[in-house]
């Protein structure tokens, strides 16, 4: 584990944002797993996003397909053909693992982005989900509603279920760069760092 130290969120966007760039330059076939965020990525690259909620339609401006169209995708050009996010009307998770073999099919993901939630989760892997878990549909913790809440006008229309990349398809990229920014990141990254490797 390489951990990078910065002062703020800012040089966390420049430190990783390079870092993408760097790769891309030096492979124009890569294939980037991301989480929701922006980086500029050109032609050629495939894109696989971790995670989506479920019961929500691409075009809801909640849903992961829209900030993915809305803050990267739209401004880019990449071959929209080449742009996967997990299907927030998956109804199995029959369905739900034909995710993985995608990113097989693609040659495996190169550089995986990752936020932390505030309870550590990583996707929507909440704590204590399985090391050998696949793409699924998971069950959302009251706390991860609680904090995307601020994103929806009630409570309650925060999706309480989404489809989630597992945490051995995230470990199975080549690498992984893991952006955790803000005191309320804090405690998951002491354990992170420090703490011993468990699926909390
Ligand atoms: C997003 C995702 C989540 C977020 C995490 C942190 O695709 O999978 O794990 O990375 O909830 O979110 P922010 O960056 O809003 O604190």
């Given at each position: 584990m390489n951990i990078i130290k910065v002062k703020d969120n800012p040089e966390a966007g420049i430190v990783a944002s390079k870092k993408i760039a760097e790769m891309i330059k030096n492979n124009p076939n890569i294939v980037l797993g991301l989480a929701t965020g922006s980086t500029p990525i050109t032609t050629n690259v495939k894109a696989f996003n971790l995670d989506e909620y479920k019961?929500?339609?691409?075009?809801?401006?909640?849903s992961y397909k829209f900030f993915m169209k809305e803050t990267l995708f739209d401004h880019?050009?990449?071959?929209?053909?080449?742009c996967h996010i997990p299907s927030g009307?998956?109804?199995n998770n029959e369905e739900a693992a034909k995710y993985d073999e995608e990113i097989k099919k693609a040659g495996g993901i190169d550089l995986q982005l990752l936020g932390l939630g505030v309870n550590g989760h990583v996707g929507f892997n909440e704590p204590g989900a399985s090391f050998d878990s696949i793409t699924s549909i998971v069950d959302l913790t009251e706390s991860t509603i609680e904090v995307n809440s601020?994103?929806?006008?009630?409570?309650?229309?925060?999706?309480?279920?989404a489809i989630s990349m597992g945490l051995k398809t995230i470990a199975n990229a080549k690498e992984i760069l893991l952006i955790a920014t803000g005191k309320n990141k804090a405690e998951a990254v002491k354990h992170l760092v420090n703490g011993p490797v468990t699926t909390e």
């Open positions: 019961g929500i339609d691409g075009n809801h401006d909640q880019v050009n990449i071959n929209k053909n080449n009307h998956t109804n601020r994103f929806f006008e009630n409570k309650k229309d925060v999706p309480t279920q």
